[in-house]
């Protein structure tokens, strides 16, 4: 049983398009995350949600805009994409309040042509 | 700015022998290190912790050593095993905000050879 999924696993579009990545935990967790890792391997915490609610941001471009219809799901959507948007995105979950274990999805490579 | 750094973007180590793997940080603040491993083609798995007031965690052939006047940790496995190639990312976490925030490294990628 995957733990933490997501959809696409790869994703090559122009730039300019509208994108959206689907993530899924069946752990039953309260709290998701998406991460974004560029080409020189920073794994950045982009947003973080606890019940639905967005509770981290970490100041990215409002053309990302997560959305999470319920507990198990943390969706992101791209408008706009950028050449610098190309990027692997993983999705995350944890616990509420053990944050040091994570669960990751195996990760979507975003290609922006 | 880059708050957690591993220097060493690779490392080779001979099974059965000892690798260590090491971590910088610069923020006072962080009360949490945590180390997760990462295979190609796959998301980041958490391998083991250690609490800002405690100066070394062990977990079988893992052990996490916290030297905070240095504001250095280090990820000790011995023996080295063959499964243990992968990447090694060292991570921090602090408060933000009422919630808590990690912040990653970017990564050593270990090589263990038979």
């Known amino acids: 049983d995957t733990a933490v999924s997501q959809t696409p696993k790869y994703l090559v579009t122009q730039m300019g398009n509208d994108k959206s990545i689907k993530c899924e935990q069946n752990l039953g967790h309260d709290t998701m995350y998406w991460y974004k890792q560029d080409s020189k391997k920073f794994l950045k915490i982009m947003f973080s949600?606890?019940?639905?609610?967005?509770?981290i941001n970490e100041t990215v471009p409002n053309r990302f805009s997560p959305k999470s219809p319920d507990k198990a799901h943390l969706n992101l959507h791209i408008n706009s994409l950028e050449l610098g948007d190309s990027a692997v995105y993983f999705c995350?979950?944890?616990?509420?309040?053990?944050?040091?274990?994570?669960?990751f999805g195996p990760g979507t490579r975003l290609t922006v042509l | 700015d880059q708050q957690v750094k591993q220097n060493s973007p690779s490392l080779s180590v001979q099974e059965g022998r000892i690798s260590i793997l090491n971590c910088d940080y610069t923020?006072?603040?962080?009360?949490?290190f945590l180390w997760y491993k990462k295979y190609p083609a796959e998301g980041p798995t958490f391998l083991i912790s250690?609490?800002?007031?405690?100066d070394k965690n062990e977990d079988g052939r893992f052990t996490v050593f916290l030297n905070k006047s240095a504001k250095h940790l280090s990820l000790h496995i011995v023996p080295s095993q063959p499964g243990d190639s992968a990447v090694y990312f060292c991570?921090?976490?602090?408060?933000?905000?009422?919630?808590?925030?990690?912040?990653f490294g970017t990564g050593t990628k270990l090589q263990v050879i038979p």
């Open positions: 250690i609490s800002s007031i405690k």
């Open positions: 949600y606890n019940n639905k609610e967005l509770i």
């Open positions: 923020n006072s603040m962080f009360d949490y």
């Open positions: 995350a979950s944890s616990q509420a309040g053990n944050y040091n274990e994570q669960f």
């Open positions: 991570a921090a976490r602090r408060n933000s905000g009422g919630y808590q925030k990690v912040t």
